[in-house]
């Protein structure tokens, strides 16, 4: 990689003393995170976050962090605060359960994952495509400024319907689900920081009523989807709703509920494409800021497959764009936090827990620790490329998380994400409208510019 390519910095908070962050996070008062992280969380193995009333405790070590997610359940389960803030928007669901519910909703919906055949559902990703390409050139010819964010989420979201329910997603409904969305990350009991400094382990976590009508009004729109599957027309399908709608219960039999069917299939729904278009936005964003990069991939693009289609095959070879995706999972985990709960005291290694404490587990801080990576803070998607595998240190890269619950949908994202950006890097252009000094990562449930970017997409000319 040229060498200014290798020195490019993408944004990021500053590191401040924890008092420092402290103050900044609250003088911004819009529930980032990231903000409130110290200088030192990201050259600790293991250690307390600030003072709270429960304990914080962050762990950056490896092999610390596997212990902790190997973990089924019965020691460290998914932290009452995640659980308590997501259970309204996903209910009960195979995202937020532990321990025996969790071993049986897994057990139901295992046979739906086999039918996330990558092969089968490229159709229904380029056909999603093919539609946000068309959508894209109109933009270009009228001159349109248009949201990336809103953009990658829009078609991200279509993909998964498309796989998920056989049917494409109506732009209303995309649009709905984004800005129902965005209402529930910034107004979610979980991401206010008095909360999580002064409030007890295990507290109820009261939500506002507006959050509360966003997660209703996305359930909706899942149920509508849902029911399309149901009834008379239930026979006309052959995609993973259907699996999950036909799975029952090896004991007993039974099948899923309607509100249990919202819930798993609200996974899905929103997992599948939010984080996937989180990352995605953040590649766009750098390529448009990287000229030289982009020249790179579609170099690459234009090697594998000339004018012709970019085709399944092809792009499984497509290394260079795939490592390029790597590393902005790297630097911009859409997860940024995986907390668990130690449901009693005891110690990790060698360092003690309280009962009740917040087991951080932070993609965030691991993927940028100076321990586990050179120039941690550098954008150099090479890091990932043959012959660089000495630079990586096991278990120091976690996007997808790790252990029992490790998100089945990896795959799935490495090739959707290759697709998207072979095809429409190929043929725009996007150029940042305004200041993209301005541009800021901001996390709360996933890692998203603190400001929706807006873009200018326009026809390259090779």
Avoid at 261 to 284: K, M, R, Y
Avoid at 443 to 453: M, N
Wanted: proline share 6%; charged share 25%; aromatic share 10%.
């Amino acid at each position: 990689m040229p060498e200014n390519a290798a020195l490019f910095e993408p944004p990021r908070p500053s590191h401040l003393p924890p008092v420092a962050a402290l103050m900044r996070t609250i003088w911004r008062g819009d529930g980032d995170l990231l903000s409130l992280l110290p200088a030192a969380a990201y050259r600790m193995d293991a250690g307390e976050l600030g003072y709270s009333r429960r304990s914080i405790k962050l762990f950056n070590d490896p092999a610390l962090v596997r212990e902790i997610l190997a973990d089924d359940g019965t020691l460290f389960p998914k932290s009452d605060l995640m659980v308590g803030a997501l259970e309204p928007l996903i209910g009960e669901s195979i995202f937020v359960s532990d321990g025996p519910k969790w071993r049986r909703q897994r057990a139901m919906i295992d046979p739906a994952f086999s039918m996330m055949r990558l092969g089968v559902a490229f159709g229904a990703m380029t056909a999603a495509v093919d539609d946000h390409e068309r959508w894209l050139a109109a933009a270009a010819r009228r001159g349109e400024t248009v949201s990336l964010d809103l953009a990658m989420s829009h078609l991200t979201a279509d993909i998964i319907c498309r796989t998920v329910f056989s049917v494409s997603l109506e732009s209303t409904v995309a649009q709905d689900v984004f800005d129902d969305f965005a209402v529930f990350e910034r107004g979610v009991g979980q991401v206010r920081i008095w909360r999580l400094i002064v409030s007890p382990a295990w507290a109820t976590v009261p939500q506002d009523a507006a959050v509360l009508k966003a997660c209703a009004r996305i359930r909706r729109h899942i149920g509508a989807l849902v029911d399309t599957h149901r009834g008379a027309g239930a026979g006309t399908y052959n995609d993973i709703a259907t699996a999950v709608i036909e799975a029952r219960d090896a004991g007993t039999g039974a099948a899923f509920s309607r509100d249990e069917l919202i819930d798993q299939l609200g996974v899905f729904f929103l997992a599948g494409h939010e984080t996937t278009a989180s990352a995605l936005t953040w590649a766009f964003y750098i390529l448009s800021q990287r000229p030289d990069v982009a020249a790179r991939l579609r170099d690459e693009v234009d090697g594998a497959f000339g004018d012709g289609p970019v085709d399944f095959d092809g792009v499984k070879k497509l290394v260079f764009t795939r490592s390029l995706f790597k590393e902005v999972l790297r630097l911009y985990p859409p997860i940024t936090f995986m907390p668990r709960v130690a449901m009693r005291a005891g110690h990790v290694g060698r360092h003690r827990v309280r009962k009740g404490a917040l087991i951080m587990i932070a993609p965030w801080t691991l993927h940028r620790h100076r321990a586990y990576w050179r120039d941690p803070d550098l954008f150099d998607p090479d890091r990932f490329m043959p012959g660089r595998a000495d630079d990586l240190v096991d278990g120091a890269y976690l996007p997808f998380g790790s252990g029992p619950h490790s998100c089945v949908g990896a795959g799935f994202a490495a090739i959707e994400s290759a697709l998207i950006l072979a095809r429409l890097w190929r043929r725009f252009d996007f150029d940042v409208a305004g200041d993209s000094e301005a541009v800021r990562p901001a996390a709360r449930l996933t890692t998203r510019p603190a400001r929706q970017i807006m873009v200018k997409p326009r026809f390259h000319a090779p």
